[in-house]
């Protein structure tokens, strides 16, 4: 039987400081319209997709870092979206700033869910590489505090197996840097992960190294297509983009099959719907042959990669 899901990408534009949620949430029903016309089963939306990239800016209230985070799932501004989304019969992925209390603690995370057709949160994921710094660093042309208002994701990565018309998949989550980490896949291509998705917001200039800025484009899509290929999965990269505030991001939304190869791709830096058909079972060959982890991997050659944090040089 066929494996077959075709996928959309809902990528983002920016978003400014003062357009709300309401505001946001009905550009995204707009492109889960056109996810509808396409026949999707499943769309992906970006990293902190229901506001404008809030750790760009240095704050010191807590209260006003706190407006930019979600109390709950969905909310009733957020509901809008999961109504539509199950009324049209669509799972999506959801990057947002999520406010908890666990362990009698307050705890803010960086996240991402998987809700499934029938509205239903079936995955979540707290992202574990937080860029940036945690101090205001006045001499950057913007700043990016993720370290300062996010804790690093205590969920490690974790696949679901969800139900998508009909055919039962292996879907993995990551969230922007996390993409530029080779360990982040392979802990999933380890459950056998089939597709992940993954949003991400990335300024084009990167203030502590201005040699990278016009290869942001290139990087992106080498990381997740050599990371597509080495781990015989789909991977749907989704962008926030354009101008925001000022500060201008990448797009180069694209949907990655497991040969490594983009069969999507985004030509605009505004909200942008791209679909494929997936084959869920594309990977497999892969999976049997040259990535065949039980036959080929040694993991007891590769304890450095556990053991050690930073490289240590030889003597
Ligand atoms: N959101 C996020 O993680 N952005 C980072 C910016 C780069 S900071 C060096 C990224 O990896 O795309």
């Not at 797009?251 to 999507?264: D, L, M």
């Amino acid at each position: 039987m066929s494996r077959v899901i075709t996928v959309g990408a809902a990528q983002i534009g920016g978003i400014q400081r003062s357009e709300n949620r309401p505001q946001v949430i009905a550009r995204m029903i707009e492109l889960l319209k056109q996810a509808r016309s396409n026949g999707c089963d499943l769309v992906a939306f970006p990293e902190l997709t229901l506001t404008t990239f809030f750790p760009r800016w240095y704050m010191e209230d807590q209260a006003e870092v706190d407006t930019f985070f979600e109390r709950e799932m969905p909310s009733n501004e957020t509901a809008p979206l999961f109504n539509a989304a199950r009324e049209w019969g669509i799972g999506f992925t959801l990057g947002f700033a999520e406010l908890t209390e666990e362990g009698g603690k307050t705890r803010r995370f960086n996240t991402q869910i998987l809700v499934d057709k029938s509205g239903k949160i079936i995955g979540k994921y707290r992202k574990i590489h937080l860029p940036g710094h945690a101090e205001h660093e006045p001499w950057r042309a913007f700043q990016h505090l993720e370290k300062r208002y996010f804790e690093v994701g205590n969920l490690s990565w974790g696949v679901n197996r969800a139900r998508v018309d009909l055919q039962s998949g292996l879907f993995g989550q990551m969230i922007c840097n996390d993409r530029r980490w080779p360990e982040s896949y392979r802990v999933m291509g380890l459950q056998g992960v089939e597709m992940i998705l993954l949003g991400y917001n990335t300024p084009v200039h990167n203030p502590p190294a201005p040699e990278h800025d016009r290869l942001g484009d290139f990087h992106n899509h080498l990381v997740m297509q050599s990371a597509a290929y080495q781990n015989a999965t789909w991977v749907v990269g989704v962008a926030k983009c354009g101008m925001e505030e000022g500060c201008e991001m990448i797009g180069g939304s694209c949907i990655i099959a497991p040969t490594g190869e983009i069969v999507a791709q985004a030509v605009t830096r505004g909200d942008e719907l791209i679909v494929a058909r997936c084959d869920l079972d594309l990977g497999q060959s892969y999976k049997n042959s040259v990535f065949n982890f039980a036959r080929h991997r040694e993991p007891e050659q590769y304890r450095m990669i556990v053991e050690r944090k930073g490289a240590v040089l030889p003597e």
